[in-house]
């Protein structure tokens, strides 16, 4: 059973940096598209950003020009930049992908779609 894991959340003061992972555990060939999402207390779960295979990026408007997604094949690993962080962007952190098993899997576009247990994110002073 594959899983995703998240990393690199904690407390962070207003206007700082995290620097979020998203791997799998098992072996696995590679992710195709993967999505940011998280979750505020007492809110419901929203989209964040979007990496696809070929690595165009989308965001949400509130983290457009703080947010950063980008990937690294090799490693298979999808990382969200975080920079000038507000109080508002606290809550769990969660990695969606589609994931390949093989590469036949790969060329054939067969995933899996897993969701991680996500990583805490609190900005406050």
């Known amino acids: 059973q594959v899983q995703l894991v998240e990393s690199g959340g904690g407390l962070v003061q207003p206007g700082g940096s995290l620097r979020l992972s998203c791997t799998a555990s098992g072996n696995i060939f590679g992710f195709g598209a993967v999505n940011w999402h998280r979750q505020a207390p007492g809110k419901e779960r929203e989209w964040v950003a979007a990496i696809t295979s070929g690595g165009r990026t989308t965001y949400v408007d509130s983290v457009k020009g703080r947010f950063t997604i980008s990937r690294d094949n090799a490693k298979k690993a999808v990382y969200l930049q975080m920079n000038s962080l507000k109080p508002e962007d606290t809550g769990v952190y969660y990695c969606?992908?589609?994931?390949?098993?093989?590469?036949?899997?790969?060329?054939?576009?067969?995933?899996?779609?897993?969701w991680g247990q996500g990583t805490q994110v609190t900005v406050s002073s």
């Open positions: 969606n992908a589609e994931v390949y098993r093989t590469y036949a899997d790969s060329v054939n576009s067969r995933f899996l779609r897993p």
